[in-house]
């Protein structure tokens, strides 16, 4: 059974940094795709970013192109999120999201089979 546990969650100013981090329990955690994924309050789940098995690609959502970076350590089963220039709209909790069935990450949530707790993050104006 996968298990994935976020952190790295907390409060920062507009236009801070945060980095979260992801640790995937598993021993094929290094063949799976990863992604992130954010819900913000009274707001659907949103895709912020995919990684394929080898990090050989990554995508991004538009809203976050540009400030958000996505990297993995598949020695250490985890995958991190660096997000730069927060802004308050982007408050809420944030996902992390194994692609069991494939190496090629996906951007809808069914594509995922396994999911985080979250972590919630808040940007103050």
């Known amino acids: 059974q996968v298990q994935l546990v976020e952190s790295g969650g907390g409060l920062v100013q507009a236009g801070g940094s945060l980095r979260l981090s992801c640790a995937a329990s598993?021993?094929?955690?290094?063949?799976?795709?990863m992604g992130w994924f954010r819900q913000a309050p009274g707001k659907e789940r949103e895709f912020v970013g995919g990684i394929t098995w080898n990090a050989g690609m990554r995508t991004y959502g538009d809203s976050v192109k540009g400030r958000f970076t996505i990297s993995r350590d598949n020695a250490k089963n985890t995958v991190a999120l660096q997000m730069n220039s927060l802004k308050p709209e982007e408050t809420g909790i944030y996902y992390c999201?194994?692609?069991?069935?494939?190496?090629?990450?996906?951007?809808?949530?069914?594509?995922?089979?396994?999911w985080g707790q979250g972590t919630q993050v808040t940007v103050s104006s």
């Open positions: 999201a194994e692609r069991s069935q494939s190496t090629m990450y996906g951007v809808r949530e069914y594509e995922y089979d396994y």
């Open positions: 598993g021993r094929t955690f290094g063949r799976h795709a």
